[in-house]
Protein backbone atom coordinates (compact mmCIF):
# COMPACT_ATOMS: atom_id res chain seq x y z
CA UNK A 1 0.00 0.00 0.00
CA UNK A 2 1.13 3.71 -0.36
CA UNK A 3 0.31 6.81 1.00
CA UNK A 4 0.14 10.60 -0.55
CA UNK A 5 1.85 12.51 2.44
CA UNK A 6 1.12 15.96 1.57
CA UNK A 7 -1.47 17.11 -1.23
CA UNK A 8 0.71 20.63 -1.77
CA UNK A 9 4.02 19.00 -1.68
CA UNK A 10 4.34 15.41 -2.24
CA UNK A 11 6.05 14.22 -6.11
CA UNK A 12 4.97 10.08 -5.39
CA UNK A 13 3.06 7.80 -3.60
CA UNK A 14 5.15 6.69 -0.62
CA UNK A 15 5.14 3.29 0.22
CA UNK A 16 4.59 1.50 3.22
CA UNK A 17 3.27 -1.46 5.53
CA UNK A 18 4.06 -5.42 4.44
CA UNK A 19 5.30 -6.70 1.59
CA UNK A 20 2.65 -8.95 -0.09
CA UNK A 21 4.80 -10.93 -2.91
CA UNK A 22 2.99 -13.50 -4.83
CA UNK A 23 -0.12 -11.75 -4.85
CA UNK A 24 -1.87 -10.47 -8.06
CA UNK A 25 -4.04 -7.59 -7.65
CA UNK A 26 -5.56 -5.54 -10.08
CA UNK A 27 -8.27 -2.59 -11.15
CA UNK A 28 -9.80 -1.13 -8.36
CA UNK A 29 -11.11 -4.44 -6.82
CA UNK A 30 -11.18 -3.62 -2.93
CA UNK A 31 -13.36 -1.76 -0.89
CA UNK A 32 -12.71 0.57 2.05
CA UNK A 33 -14.58 0.55 5.97
CA UNK A 34 -13.93 3.92 7.02
CA UNK A 35 -15.49 2.87 10.72
CA UNK A 36 -12.46 0.36 11.02
CA UNK A 37 -9.90 2.04 8.53
CA UNK A 38 -9.83 -1.19 6.95
CA UNK A 39 -9.02 -1.86 3.01
CA UNK A 40 -9.94 -5.35 1.75
CA UNK A 41 -8.36 -6.27 -1.04
CA UNK A 42 -8.93 -8.81 -3.47
CA UNK A 43 -6.05 -11.11 -4.07
CA UNK A 44 -5.26 -13.84 -6.20
CA UNK A 45 -2.42 -15.80 -4.31
CA UNK A 46 -0.25 -17.15 -7.21
CA UNK A 47 1.22 -19.72 -4.90
CA UNK A 48 -2.24 -21.17 -4.10
CA UNK A 49 -2.89 -21.75 -8.28
CA UNK A 50 -4.55 -18.39 -7.93
CA UNK A 51 -6.95 -19.21 -5.10
CA UNK A 52 -9.54 -15.79 -4.47
CA UNK A 53 -8.91 -14.23 -1.30
CA UNK A 54 -9.79 -11.46 0.46
CA UNK A 55 -7.41 -9.40 2.55
CA UNK A 56 -8.39 -7.37 5.49
CA UNK A 57 -5.56 -4.99 5.50
CA UNK A 58 -5.42 -1.45 7.87
CA UNK A 59 -4.92 1.47 6.12
CA UNK A 60 -2.40 2.89 8.82
CA UNK A 61 -0.28 0.14 8.59
CA UNK A 62 -0.87 -2.30 5.59
CA UNK A 63 -1.21 -4.63 7.95
CA UNK A 64 -3.31 -7.91 7.67
CA UNK A 65 -6.06 -7.28 10.75
CA UNK A 66 -7.05 -11.25 10.36
CA UNK A 67 -5.97 -14.02 8.51
CA UNK A 68 -6.85 -13.61 4.32
CA UNK A 69 -10.35 -14.91 3.70
CA UNK A 70 -10.62 -17.52 1.16
CA UNK A 71 -13.88 -16.82 -1.52
CA UNK A 72 -14.55 -19.89 -3.83
CA UNK A 73 -14.58 -18.05 -6.64
CA UNK A 74 -12.19 -17.09 -9.68
CA UNK A 75 -11.16 -14.79 -12.56
CA UNK A 76 -11.59 -15.02 -15.79
CA UNK A 77 -8.42 -14.94 -18.60
CA UNK A 78 -7.26 -11.78 -16.79
CA UNK A 79 -6.72 -11.20 -13.14
CA UNK A 80 -9.89 -9.84 -11.70
CA UNK A 81 -12.18 -10.69 -15.13
CA UNK A 82 -15.68 -11.59 -13.61
CA UNK A 83 -14.74 -10.89 -10.17
CA UNK A 84 -16.96 -7.42 -8.47
CA UNK A 85 -16.59 -6.06 -4.79
CA UNK A 86 -19.15 -3.44 -2.52
CA UNK A 87 -18.95 -2.83 0.86
CA UNK A 88 -22.67 -3.10 2.77
CA UNK A 89 -22.55 -0.24 5.54
CA UNK A 90 -25.50 -1.19 7.24
CA UNK A 91 -24.38 -4.77 7.96
CA UNK A 92 -20.57 -4.30 7.60
CA UNK A 93 -20.21 -6.61 5.46
CA UNK A 94 -18.64 -6.95 1.88
CA UNK A 95 -20.00 -8.46 -0.91
CA UNK A 96 -18.00 -10.91 -3.48
CA UNK A 97 -19.02 -12.55 -6.45
CA UNK A 98 -17.14 -14.05 -9.27
CA UNK A 99 -17.36 -17.30 -10.95
CA UNK A 100 -17.42 -20.65 -9.57
CA UNK A 101 -14.89 -22.93 -10.38
CA UNK A 102 -15.14 -24.60 -13.84
CA UNK A 103 -13.97 -26.86 -16.69
CA UNK A 104 -12.52 -24.72 -19.33
CA UNK A 105 -13.22 -27.73 -22.51
CA UNK A 106 -17.18 -28.18 -20.86
CA UNK A 107 -18.06 -24.82 -19.15
CA UNK A 108 -21.10 -24.30 -17.09
CA UNK A 109 -20.79 -20.87 -16.16
CA UNK A 110 -22.06 -19.75 -12.55
CA UNK A 111 -21.50 -16.52 -10.85
CA UNK A 112 -21.72 -17.28 -7.42
CA UNK A 113 -22.34 -14.02 -4.43
CA UNK A 114 -20.49 -14.63 -1.30
CA UNK A 115 -20.11 -12.48 1.81
CA UNK A 116 -17.19 -11.45 3.91
CA UNK A 117 -18.31 -10.91 7.23
CA UNK A 118 -17.23 -8.06 10.17
CA UNK A 119 -15.64 -10.69 11.79
CA UNK A 120 -13.34 -11.36 8.31
CA UNK A 121 -15.47 -15.38 7.77
CA UNK A 122 -17.15 -16.31 4.03
CA UNK A 123 -20.04 -17.52 3.55
CA UNK A 124 -22.12 -18.33 0.57
CA UNK A 125 -25.63 -16.46 -0.07
CA UNK A 126 -27.02 -19.43 -1.94
CA UNK A 127 -27.38 -18.50 -5.33
CA UNK A 128 -26.07 -17.42 -8.68
CA UNK A 129 -26.79 -14.91 -11.01
CA UNK A 130 -27.95 -17.41 -13.38
CA UNK A 131 -30.36 -18.69 -11.20
CA UNK A 132 -31.53 -15.40 -10.96
CA UNK A 133 -31.85 -14.24 -14.03
CA UNK A 134 -35.07 -14.10 -15.91
CA UNK A 135 -35.07 -16.17 -18.85
CA UNK A 136 -33.23 -15.54 -21.65
CA UNK A 137 -31.74 -12.57 -19.69
CA UNK A 138 -28.10 -13.32 -21.28
CA UNK A 139 -29.57 -13.59 -24.90
CA UNK A 140 -26.47 -15.05 -26.95
CA UNK A 141 -24.18 -15.29 -24.35
CA UNK A 142 -22.50 -13.55 -21.23
CA UNK A 143 -19.50 -11.06 -21.88
CA UNK A 144 -17.11 -11.40 -18.91
CA UNK A 145 -15.75 -7.89 -18.74
CA UNK A 146 -12.52 -6.05 -17.26
CA UNK A 147 -13.12 -3.23 -15.78
CA UNK A 148 -12.21 -0.74 -12.35
CA UNK A 149 -14.94 -0.77 -9.70
CA UNK A 150 -18.29 -2.15 -11.56
CA UNK A 151 -20.13 -3.05 -8.37
CA UNK A 152 -21.48 -0.73 -5.69
CA UNK A 153 -24.05 -1.47 -2.49
CA UNK A 154 -26.66 0.96 -2.49
CA UNK A 155 -27.61 1.04 1.56
CA UNK A 156 -30.79 3.08 1.12
CA UNK A 157 -32.82 0.36 -1.01
CA UNK A 158 -30.58 -2.35 0.18
CA UNK A 159 -29.28 -3.34 -3.54
CA UNK A 160 -25.93 -4.52 -4.85
CA UNK A 161 -25.25 -3.15 -7.94
CA UNK A 162 -22.91 -4.62 -10.63
CA UNK A 163 -22.23 -3.38 -14.34
CA UNK A 164 -22.38 -6.55 -16.57
CA UNK A 165 -22.00 -7.55 -20.34
CA UNK A 166 -24.23 -9.51 -23.00
CA UNK A 167 -23.98 -10.78 -26.54
CA UNK A 168 -27.81 -8.56 -27.59
CA UNK A 169 -30.05 -11.07 -29.71
CA UNK A 170 -31.25 -7.85 -32.00
CA UNK A 171 -28.18 -6.18 -33.02
CA UNK A 172 -25.45 -8.92 -32.34
CA UNK A 173 -23.24 -6.62 -30.89
CA UNK A 174 -22.26 -6.53 -27.15
CA UNK A 175 -24.05 -4.14 -24.72
CA UNK A 176 -24.00 -3.37 -21.23
CA UNK A 177 -26.63 -3.72 -18.59
CA UNK A 178 -26.90 -2.39 -14.94
CA UNK A 179 -28.52 -5.03 -12.35
CA UNK A 180 -29.70 -4.13 -9.08
CA UNK A 181 -29.81 -7.44 -6.96
CA UNK A 182 -31.31 -8.13 -3.00
CA UNK A 183 -28.38 -10.82 -1.86
CA UNK A 184 -30.52 -11.42 1.35
CA UNK A 185 -33.64 -12.48 -0.59
CA UNK A 186 -31.38 -13.75 -3.84
CA UNK A 187 -34.03 -11.87 -6.09
CA UNK A 188 -32.78 -9.39 -9.31
CA UNK A 189 -34.80 -6.43 -8.25
CA UNK A 190 -33.91 -4.41 -11.61
CA UNK A 191 -31.45 -4.43 -14.70
CA UNK A 192 -31.25 -1.37 -17.23
CA UNK A 193 -29.94 -1.79 -20.34
CA UNK A 194 -27.53 1.22 -21.88
CA UNK A 195 -27.37 3.43 -23.40
CA UNK A 196 -29.37 4.53 -20.13
CA UNK A 197 -30.73 8.80 -20.55
CA UNK A 198 -27.56 10.81 -20.70
CA UNK A 199 -25.57 7.61 -20.05
CA UNK A 200 -24.20 5.40 -23.55
CA UNK A 201 -22.01 3.41 -21.47
CA UNK A 202 -21.31 1.36 -18.14
CA UNK A 203 -18.27 3.31 -16.44
CA UNK A 204 -16.91 3.04 -12.54
CA UNK A 205 -19.00 3.21 -10.20
CA UNK A 206 -19.00 4.98 -6.72
CA UNK A 207 -21.98 5.62 -4.32
CA UNK A 208 -22.43 9.28 -3.36
CA UNK A 209 -23.32 9.09 0.15
CA UNK A 210 -24.78 12.56 0.00
CA UNK A 211 -27.28 12.88 -2.92
CA UNK A 212 -27.86 8.84 -2.15
CA UNK A 213 -27.09 8.30 -6.04
CA UNK A 214 -24.33 6.31 -8.19
CA UNK A 215 -21.79 8.27 -10.16
CA UNK A 216 -19.82 7.44 -13.39
CA UNK A 217 -17.76 8.57 -15.41
CA UNK A 218 -18.85 8.18 -19.02
CA UNK A 219 -19.41 9.27 -22.50
CA UNK A 220 -22.61 11.26 -23.43
CA UNK A 221 -25.94 9.35 -25.30
CA UNK A 222 -25.75 10.66 -28.77
CA UNK A 223 -22.05 11.76 -28.86
CA UNK A 224 -18.39 9.82 -29.03
CA UNK A 225 -16.64 12.10 -27.51
CA UNK A 226 -18.04 13.95 -24.83
CA UNK A 227 -17.18 13.13 -21.30
CA UNK A 228 -19.68 13.65 -18.90
CA UNK A 229 -20.11 12.21 -15.01
CA UNK A 230 -23.16 10.19 -15.20
CA UNK A 231 -25.72 10.54 -12.27
CA UNK A 232 -27.56 6.89 -12.22
CA UNK A 233 -30.83 7.42 -9.42
CA UNK A 234 -30.92 3.53 -7.89
CA UNK A 235 -34.45 4.44 -7.07
CA UNK A 236 -35.90 5.52 -10.73
CA UNK A 237 -33.49 3.41 -13.06
CA UNK A 238 -32.50 6.80 -14.84
CA UNK A 239 -29.14 8.41 -15.57
CA UNK A 240 -28.66 12.05 -15.89
CA UNK A 241 -25.82 14.46 -16.75
CA UNK A 242 -24.92 15.72 -13.85
CA UNK A 243 -21.76 17.86 -15.35
CA UNK A 244 -19.61 17.55 -18.51
CA UNK A 245 -15.86 16.73 -17.84
CA UNK A 246 -13.04 17.91 -20.15
CA UNK A 247 -10.97 14.93 -18.26
CA UNK A 248 -11.14 10.68 -18.41
CA UNK A 249 -10.25 9.60 -14.69
CA UNK A 250 -7.50 7.11 -15.00
CA UNK A 251 -8.70 3.45 -14.39
CA UNK A 252 -11.77 5.41 -13.68
CA UNK A 253 -10.92 6.63 -10.57
CA UNK A 254 -13.19 8.89 -7.93
CA UNK A 255 -12.75 8.92 -4.23
CA UNK A 256 -15.08 10.96 -2.12
CA UNK A 257 -14.13 12.49 1.40
CA UNK A 258 -16.45 10.24 3.39
CA UNK A 259 -15.74 12.04 6.78
CA UNK A 260 -17.55 15.55 5.16
CA UNK A 261 -20.47 16.14 6.80
CA UNK A 262 -23.48 16.38 4.81
CA UNK A 263 -24.55 19.83 5.84
CA UNK A 264 -21.67 21.04 4.29
CA UNK A 265 -22.51 20.42 0.94
CA UNK A 266 -20.86 18.10 -1.41
CA UNK A 267 -18.06 16.01 -0.57
CA UNK A 268 -14.50 17.28 -2.15
CA UNK A 269 -14.11 14.53 -4.96
CA UNK A 270 -10.92 13.28 -6.05
CA UNK A 271 -9.64 12.13 -9.33
CA UNK A 272 -6.39 10.67 -11.14
CA UNK A 273 -5.96 12.15 -14.48
CA UNK A 274 -3.64 13.14 -16.70
CA UNK A 275 -0.66 15.33 -15.44
CA UNK A 276 -0.30 17.46 -19.34
CA UNK A 277 -4.25 18.47 -18.65
CA UNK A 278 -5.35 21.87 -18.30
CA UNK A 279 -9.14 22.70 -18.24
CA UNK A 280 -10.38 24.42 -21.42
CA UNK A 281 -7.97 21.99 -23.93
CA UNK A 282 -11.06 19.95 -24.87
CA UNK A 283 -11.28 16.08 -24.94
CA UNK A 284 -8.43 13.81 -24.69
CA UNK A 285 -10.43 10.91 -26.79
CA UNK A 286 -10.98 10.77 -30.47
CA UNK A 287 -13.95 9.72 -32.38
CA UNK A 288 -11.25 6.78 -33.07
CA UNK A 289 -10.95 5.78 -29.67
CA UNK A 290 -14.65 4.32 -30.08
CA UNK A 291 -14.53 3.44 -33.36
CA UNK A 292 -15.80 -0.67 -33.61
CA UNK A 293 -16.06 -2.93 -36.82
CA UNK A 294 -19.87 -2.77 -37.76
CA UNK A 295 -21.69 -5.92 -36.76
CA UNK A 296 -19.12 -7.04 -33.71
CA UNK A 297 -19.39 -9.88 -31.51
CA UNK A 298 -17.84 -11.32 -28.77
CA UNK A 299 -18.73 -15.18 -28.55
CA UNK A 300 -20.53 -16.75 -24.91
CA UNK A 301 -17.65 -17.07 -22.77
CA UNK A 302 -16.37 -20.41 -22.67
CA UNK A 303 -12.58 -21.30 -23.03
CA UNK A 304 -10.29 -18.39 -22.81
CA UNK A 305 -8.64 -19.78 -26.34
CA UNK A 306 -11.74 -18.79 -27.89
CA UNK A 307 -11.43 -15.27 -27.90
CA UNK A 308 -8.39 -15.00 -29.95
CA UNK A 309 -11.49 -16.37 -32.68
CA UNK A 310 -13.88 -13.13 -31.82
CA UNK A 311 -15.03 -12.13 -36.07
CA UNK A 312 -16.73 -9.68 -37.14
CA UNK A 313 -20.24 -11.08 -38.82
CA UNK A 314 -20.41 -9.01 -41.54
CA UNK A 315 -16.40 -9.81 -42.92
CA UNK A 316 -15.40 -12.57 -41.46
CA UNK A 317 -12.42 -11.18 -40.04
CA UNK A 318 -10.78 -11.67 -36.62
CA UNK A 319 -11.91 -8.63 -34.19
CA UNK A 320 -9.25 -7.19 -31.72
CA UNK A 321 -11.00 -6.80 -28.68
CA UNK A 322 -8.36 -5.31 -26.61
CA UNK A 323 -8.50 -1.87 -28.34
CA UNK A 324 -9.13 1.41 -26.58
CA UNK A 325 -7.78 4.67 -25.37
CA UNK A 326 -4.52 5.07 -24.35
CA UNK A 327 -4.22 7.01 -20.87
CA UNK A 328 -1.92 10.36 -20.55
CA UNK A 329 0.72 10.19 -18.54
CA UNK A 330 2.23 10.96 -15.93
CA UNK A 331 -0.55 11.19 -13.43
CA UNK A 332 -2.01 13.48 -10.89
CA UNK A 333 -4.60 13.69 -8.28
CA UNK A 334 -7.14 16.83 -8.89
CA UNK A 335 -9.56 17.93 -6.37
CA UNK A 336 -13.16 19.22 -8.01
CA UNK A 337 -16.22 20.66 -7.23
CA UNK A 338 -19.11 17.85 -7.80
CA UNK A 339 -21.88 20.41 -8.14
CA UNK A 340 -19.67 21.90 -11.62
CA UNK A 341 -16.54 19.38 -12.14
CA UNK A 342 -14.37 22.41 -12.11
CA UNK A 343 -11.05 21.57 -10.83
CA UNK A 344 -10.12 23.38 -7.29
CA UNK A 345 -6.74 21.95 -6.69
CA UNK A 346 -3.83 19.60 -8.07
CA UNK A 347 -1.04 17.85 -7.12
CA UNK A 348 2.65 17.79 -8.84
CA UNK A 349 2.92 14.93 -11.48
CA UNK A 350 2.74 11.62 -8.97
CA UNK A 351 3.15 8.76 -10.97
CA UNK A 352 3.23 6.97 -14.55
CA UNK A 353 0.84 4.07 -14.85
CA UNK A 354 3.43 2.36 -17.59
CA UNK A 355 6.77 3.03 -15.05
CA UNK A 356 6.94 0.13 -12.22
CA UNK A 357 3.04 0.02 -12.09
CA UNK A 358 3.14 2.98 -9.14
CA UNK A 359 -0.19 4.82 -10.17
CA UNK A 360 -3.02 2.98 -8.03
CA UNK A 361 -5.60 1.23 -9.39
CA UNK A 362 -8.09 2.51 -6.56
CA UNK A 363 -7.84 5.30 -4.23
CA UNK A 364 -9.72 6.10 -0.73
CA UNK A 365 -9.24 8.96 1.55
CA UNK A 366 -8.22 7.45 4.70
CA UNK A 367 -8.33 9.89 7.14
Not at 66 to 88: E, H, T
Not at 161 to 167: H, Q, V, Y
Not at 178 to 203: E, Q, R
Not at 307 to 319: K, N, P, Q
Request: proline fraction near 8%; charge should be negative.
Amino acid sequence: MSVLPSFEHSTHFEPFGSNYTNVTQFNALSVYDKQRHVMEVYGCVLEQSCATNIFPLDAFSANLVAAPVPVPVSSYFFIGVSIKLAYDVNKRRTIVTGLLPFEPRKPDLKHAFFEVTEDYEPRDLGFTLESIAPKDFFQLGNVEILGTKLSVYDPVGQTFWEGIARNATATKRPEFVMVGIDVDKGLMKAHHTFPIGDCKYLGSMTYDSYSKKILMPTIKTGTNTTIIMGEFDPMTGSCVEKHKMDYLPFSGLLTMDTQHPASAGEPKASVLIGANFEEGSGPLLSEQDYELPEGMVALPTAHPGLLAEVRSVETGERVDIFKGPVPPMPQKVANYDLSTGDITSQTHPICEPNVARNCPWQMYWAT
